[in-house]
Structure formats: structure tokens, C-alpha cells
T-cell receptor
Framework: DAKTTQPNSMESNEEEPVHLPCNHSTISGTDYIHWYRQLPSQGPEYVIHGLTSNVNNRMASLAIAEDRKSSTLILHRATLRDAAVYYCILRVGSGNTPLVFGKGTRLSVIA | GAVVSQHPSWVICKSGTSVKIECRSLDFQATTMFWYRQFPKQSLMLMATSNEGSKATYEQGVEKDKFLINHASLTLSTLTVTSAHPEDSSFYIC??????????????FGEGSRLTVL
């Protein structure tokens, strides 16, 4: 899987937007960009994924650069429950391939 | 939505004993499940791919005789840590994809099983 680079940690105030960046300069044309997050002492959970166009769902928005070499996960209003490690992952191949996790970004939310 | 469940959530055992962790897909059938291990303050590390009805595929450096994986049905995979030692203490997590959600659908993860070997 192509490598992604994320900041080790970020901090946000509660109820403010958060922009989590991810660089993936070696992305290939068939790689989907996936975001998962892991709350303390839990398994990861899916957040969002996309290929080329920006994506929105109930949890977040995903903004993908035109050259696809970077992307940004946007949490529109951070809550204390959003404090987690966020992983940006490029997924190759068929659906039966596993996710390969990098170090992710640890997001702290301040009340 | 689809749910993957693990049991037990936590287990404490004596050094030298074996521990079995179960991973179940509750409302879908999973021909493939993945097992991860996570040490404190670190990321998830893929251990093996569990294939229903056939042998598991292990990642480099993971001892297949120590971490026995059995995928006997389309809804159950088990990971047995044999002759556990304190260095095997970790958070073990399984995941699976719901085939009904398309080839690039999300992976669902279990709650994790925390193993402590004394």
C-alpha cells in the first residue's frame, strides 16, 4: 500500500471545525482514500472514504486535492467524543485486502 | 449496520497457558477476516488474514504455530495464543468486510480483546 503522512497530534476546541491533513504523494490511480478513527480502548471505526471527488457523510467531509496527492478530513464541529486517533489509509486492490495502518493523528478536543 | 463482535473483551492468564479469542460477524457472512495486534501507544499491526475453509495467511514475522487461526464458519474466526508469555500481552482486534456492501465497502472492527499474561 502507498504510504501516507499525517501529523502526530492536533488539538481543537470543542464545537469548532477541525481539519486533519494527510499527504499521499505516491498514490496510484486506483487507490481509494479511507479514513478510520480509533477511540480509546476500542477497535477502529470507519469515518469516510473517497476516490477523486469530495465526499460528505453524517460524520465528516473529505476534501481531496485535485492531484490527489493530499486530502483533508473535516470535522465540522468537534465534540469531546471526537477525541481519537485518526488514520488516513490508501486502499488498493479488491475488497478482501486488509487495511494497513500508519501512525495516525491523535486529536485532542478541549472543552 | 454490520457488526463484528469479539469475545472475551479482556483476559488475564498465566504464562504458558493458551488463550482463545473469538471474532464473530453478527449479521453478515465473512469469507475473510483480519487479525491485528496493537501495543500501547502504537498503531495496529496486521497479523494475519483468516480465510474460511482454508489456512490463514500470516504476515512476515508472525509465528503461525504460536498464533493459531481457525475460520471454521462464515461468521466465526478464532485466534488462539498458544503458550502465552508476558510479551504477548496486547490488544487483539479483528475485522471483516460485509460483501453485501460492495467491493470497496468499509471494514468493520471488533471491540478488541485485551490480553494480559502474568
Amino acid at each position: 500500500d502507498a504510504k501516507t503522512t499525517q501529523p502526530n497530534s492536533m488539538e481543537s476546541n470543542e464545537e469548532e471545525p477541525v481539519h486533519l491533513p494527510c499527504n499521499h504523494s505516491t498514490i496510484s490511480g486506483t487507490d481509494y482514500i479511507h479514513w478510520y478513527r480509533q477511540l480509546p480502548s476500542q477497535g477502529p471505526e470507519y469515518v469516510i472514504h473517497g476516490l477523486t471527488s469530495n465526499v460528505n457523510n453524517r460524520m465528516a467531509s473529505l476534501a481531496i486535492a485535485e492531484d490527489r496527492k493530499s486530502s483533508t478530513l473535516i470535522l465540522h464541529r468537534a465534540t469531546l467524543r471526537d477525541a481519537a486517533v485518526y488514520y488516513c489509509i490508501l486502499r488498493v486492490g479488491s475488497g478482501n485486502t486488509p487495511l494497513v495502518f500508519g501512525k495516525g493523528t491523535r486529536l485532542s478536543v478541549i472543552a | 449496520g454490520a457488526v463484528v463482535s469479539q469475545h472475551p473483551s479482556w483476559v488475564i492468564c498465566k504464562s504458558g497457558t493458551s488463550v482463545k479469542i473469538e471474532c464473530r460477524s453478527l449479521d453478515f457472512q465473512a469469507t475473510t477476516m483480519f487479525w491485528y495486534r496493537q501495543f500501547p501507544k502504537q498503531s495496529l499491526m496486521l497479523m494475519a488474514t483468516s480465510n474460511e475453509g482454508s489456512k490463514a495467511t500470516y504476515e512476515q514475522g508472525v509465528e503461525k504455530d504460536k498464533f493459531l487461526i481457525n475460520h471454521a464458519s462464515l461468521t466465526l474466526s478464532t485466534l488462539t495464543v498458544t503458550s502465552a508469555h508476558p510479551e504477548d500481552s496486547s490488544f487483539y482486534i479483528c475485522s471483516a468486510r460485509d460483501p453485501g456492501q460492495g467491493w470497496n465497502g468499509e471494514l468493520f472492527f471488533g471491540e478488541g480483546s485485551r490480553l494480559t499474561v502474568l
